[in-house]
C-alpha cells in the first residue's frame, strides 16, 4: 500500500528565507503526489499535484516540487517565505481511490 | 460553486452521548471519503462512498461509527456512544468520478471533543 513521509513536525524559517519541507513517499508504482495545506481555522487547500506529467510542479502561493523518482521523494520548497505562509502543511499519495496523508509539518515564519 | 460543506464545524459531548457530523459535497461529485485527525497525529482514511454505497470503510475504529449515505448526495457520519478517544477533526472530501488525478476537495472540518 503507498503511504508517505514527512520529516520534521515543525519546521521554523525567517521572513525571506528559503522553505523546504519534505516528503518522501513509498508506493508499488508512480503515484499520484500532492502537498496541501491548512490554515489556522480553515480546511486543506490543494497546493499543487504531481499526475506523472512534468517532476516540477509549480503550485500556488509561489511554491512547487519537484518528484524524484530515484529518491521516492516530493519535497515542497518556495524560494521566500512570507508570514502568511505559516500553515501546516499535508503531503499525501494516492494510486486510485484514497489518499493517504503524512503527519503534516507545521511551518512557523519569524520576522 | 459551493465547496464541500461540514456540520457542526464544533461540536462537545460528553462520553457516552450521540454525535451526529455532516456532509454536503460539492455537486455531482461522486466519490465523497471521510478522513479524521486526532490532535497531533496524521490525518487518517476513515471510508470512501461512491454514490450511495461504500467502496471502502477499511478506516473505520469500531461499530460505534456508522456512516451513511442515503441518495448518493450528503453523507452522516454518527459516533454512538462516543469515547474519549473520538476527538479529533472530521474531515470530508469529494471528488468527480471523472477526475483520475485523484485531487480532493475538502470540507473545513468538523472538530469533535468528548468530555
Known amino acids: 500500500a503507498q503511504s508517505v513521509t514527512q520529516l520534521g513536525s515543525h519546521v521554523s524559517v525567517s521572513e525571506g528565507a528559503l522553505v523546504l519541507l519534505r516528503c518522501n513517499y513509498s508506493?508499488?508504482?508512480?503515484?499520484?503526489l500532492f502537498w496541501y495545506v491548512q490554515y489556522p481555522n480553515q480546511g486543506l487547500q490543494l497546493l499543487l499535484k504531481?499526475?506523472?506529467?512534468?517532476?516540477l510542479v509549480k503550485g500556488i502561493n509561489g511554491f512547487e516540487a519537484e518528484f524524484k523518482k530515484s529518491e521516492t521523494s516530493f519535497h515542497l520548497t518556495k524560494p521566500s517565505a512570507h508570514m502568511s505562509d505559516a500553515a501546516e502543511y499535508f503531503c499525501a499519495v494516492t494510486l486510485s481511490a484514497d489518499m493517504r496523508f503524512g503527519a503534516g509539518t507545521r511551518l512557523t515564519v519569524k520576522p | 460553486e459551493a465547496g464541500v460543506t461540514q456540520f457542526p464545524s464544533h461540536s462537545v459531548i460528553e462520553k457516552g452521548q450521540t454525535v451526529t457530523l455532516r456532509c454536503d459535497p460539492i455537486?455531482?461529485?461522486?466519490?465523497l471519503y471521510w478522513y479524521r485527525r486526532v490532535m497531533g497525529k496524521e490525518i487518517k482514511f476513515l471510508l470512501h462512498?461512491?454514490?450511495?454505497?461504500?467502496?471502502?470503510e477499511s478506516g473505520m475504529p469500531n461499530n460505534r461509527f456508522l456512516a451513511e449515505r442515503t441518495g448518493g448526495t450528503y453523507s452522516t457520519l454518527k459516533v454512538q456512544p462516543a469515547e474519549l478517544e473520538d476527538s479529533g477533526v472530521y474531515f470530508c472530501?469529494?471528488?468527480?468520478?471523472?477526475?483520475?488525478?485523484?485531487?480532493?476537495?475538502f470540507g473545513e472540518g468538523s472538530r469533535l471533543t468528548v468530555l
Open positions: 472530501a469529494s471528488s468527480h468520478w471523472a477526475d483520475n488525478t485523484g485531487e480532493l476537495f
Open positions: 508506493s508499488s508504482v508512480p503515484p499520484y
Open positions: 455537486s455531482g461529485h461522486d466519490n
Open positions: 462512498f461512491v454514490k450511495e454505497s461504500k467502496q471502502d
Open positions: 504531481y499526475t506523472s506529467a512534468a517532476t
